[in-house]
């Protein structure tokens, strides 16, 4: 077996390490929000709700910073094998460290005072807020000091194990909800301890294994001022990119609420729950891809992270086209089934228009990859932050021109095609490739797969009457015809013969057995 078949097949099966991780947390989340709910009553699970809403706002740092760390322990670790390693690891902690301090005093200083004057509790459960309010500040800068951990686990491959700590995690905070009810203590306060502890019990498990399975790695008294300023750097692009996302998102929000009132912002928050729940089926992929693209980069081996690029372009791209055609062909159906009577108006419109916006924002993700290989983020987060935050005055013109909330989604959609354009532009200036090979390696097919994949499905959904039935007549189509497509149109003709040993393989050693 050849380094890239071995490579290609590691991809896949952290890849379904992932989804195993994804569904059972997905699952396991869902019962956990019912139990709640009957254990606390309606208002204390919106004291609930507010206040680790109010903290997990500022954990979009984490997920910046995690792949800050991952991309700098392949980078180093390729270009400067052991001791590279050990410079992140060492100055990663500091870094974090300050972070971690930085953040609680900012949410017991500022957000302490937001708490106090702004946010609606009652009286009688201020105390309960406040004590939930204080577990989950520690919560949070626990997991920004183990990222370190977690950013070298990934690095180094160690799928299994994330996913495995992550079931975890999500088995223990179940069983917290199952255990709330029955103790005799305030059931907030009760919770909120637990959650302190699984929290901890996470950091154990991750410092734990780094610290078993890399022995050499240490905390160093010296301080690379180098890599400090180059991390630091780095990583402040990366948040100002994250956060200029994520102010765009809440701009909308903000925008709807103001012309239209919270009716339009409830039918907008359920479809955001199904284009969030959809997108996390190809952010499962990027985490299996990273790693390698960093290490091909850091290597010089730009064919190899070229070809990786393409290759996650396309199947990310067809792994979301799957699920958003049943979900689009389906959607009146699949609101009754799940809201019953109470659905917002317009909530079908927005939840198509918000996965088409998702299915397109798909192909970013790559480019977004590659360009932090290299480290040459600057202009690319300067670009993709003026297209982004663009958006919310456009909109805002519309609106006021008596444009229905319709037009938001449409808008969006437009500027994540500019944004996608811009991106590759920029991506191309820091990794260069031909972007006629783009088009032909990666559009082309996309393009193809969008306009044939629904014909089969749509003449399945006007053929009968909206059914149980239908639904799976349509799901299964769309997967028979988006596996037909993926394998004759995606593929090229070395891997459709490596999968077709691959699978023959298989086969021959189970009628062995």
Not at 487 to 496: A, H, Q, T
Request: charged share 10%.
């Amino acid at each position: 077996m050849t380094d890239y078949q071995a490579n290609n097949k590691k991809i896949a099966k952290n890849t379904a390490f992932l989804y195993v991780r994804m569904f059972f947390v997905l699952f396991v989340n869902l019962y956990i929000s019912r139990i709640l709910l009957d254990a606390f009553g309606v208002t204390d699970y919106g004291v609930y709700v507010v206040i680790t809403g109010f903290v997990t706002f500022f954990s979009f740092l984490n997920a910046t910073l995690a792949s800050t760390m991952q991309r700098y322990y392949n980078y180093s670790g390729t270009k400067h094998a052991a001791q590279g390693v050990q410079d992140v690891f060492s100055t990663g902690c500091y870094i974090h460290g300050i972070i971690a301090l930085m953040a609680f005093l900012l949410l017991e200083t500022v957000g302490v005072w937001y708490i106090n004057h702004y946010i609606v509790i009652p009286d009688n459960r201020f105390g309960a807020g406040s004590f939930l309010f204080q577990t989950s500040s520690v919560s949070l800068a626990i997991i920004i000091i183990q990222i370190p951990f977690v950013g070298l686990i990934i690095a180094k491959e160690k799928i299994g194990y994330y996913a495995l700590v992550s079931m975890t995690d999500i088995s223990l905070k179940l069983i917290a909800s199952l255990l709330v009810k029955h103790l005799p203590y305030d059931n907030i306060k009760a919770y909120a301890t637990m959650l302190l502890i699984v929290s901890l019990t996470d950091f154990l498990l991750y410092a734990g294994y780094v610290i078993k399975n890399y022995p050499s790695l240490h905390l160093s008294r010296h301080i690379n001022k180098e890599l400090t300023r180059s991390l630091t750097s780095f990583a402040g692009w990366n948040l100002i990119g994250t956060f200029a996302f994520m102010l765009k998102g809440q701009g909308i929000s903000l925008l709807l609420n103001n012309f239209f009132g919270p009716i339009v912002n409830a039918g907008r928050g359920i479809a955001m729950q199904v284009s969030s729940a959809v997108s996390g089926f190809s952010g499962n992929i990027t985490i299996a891809f990273t790693p390698q693209i960093v290490n091909s980069v850091a290597a010089d081996d730009n064919a190899r992270a070229k070809s990786m690029m393409f290759n996650e372009s396309r199947i990310c791209y067809t792994l979301i086209m799957l699920l958003t055609v049943p979900l689009c062909l389906e959607i009146d159906y699949i609101l009754k089934i799940w809201l019953s009577i109470n659905i917002p108006v317009d909530t079908n419109i927005f939840t198509i228009l918000m996965l088409i916006d998702t299915t397109i924002c798909t192909l970013n993700t790559p480019c977004t990859q590659i360009t932090q290989a290299t480290g040459k983020i600057r202009q690319y987060q300067i670009a993709s932050t003026i297209v982004n935050l663009g958006l919310i005055p456009v909109c805002y013109v519309f609106l006021k021109l008596g444009f229905s909330a319709t037009s938001s989604f449409v808008i969006t959609i437009v500027f994540s095609i500019i944004n996608q354009t811009v991106c590759l532009y920029n991506t191309n200036l820091v990794f260069k490739f031909h972007l006629s090979d783009y088009m032909r390696s990666v559009v082309l097919p996309c393009l193809t797969c969008t306009i044939v994949l629904p014909i089969l499905p749509l003449l399945v959904k006007h053929m009968m009457n909206p059914s149980f039935l239908r639904l799976v007549l349509t799901t299964a189509t769309d997967i028979a015809v988006g596996l037909a497509l993926f394998y004759f149109l995606l593929l090229k003709r070395n891997e459709r013969k490596v999968l077709r040993e691959y699978i023959a393989k298989k086969v021959n050693r189970r009628n062995t057995v």
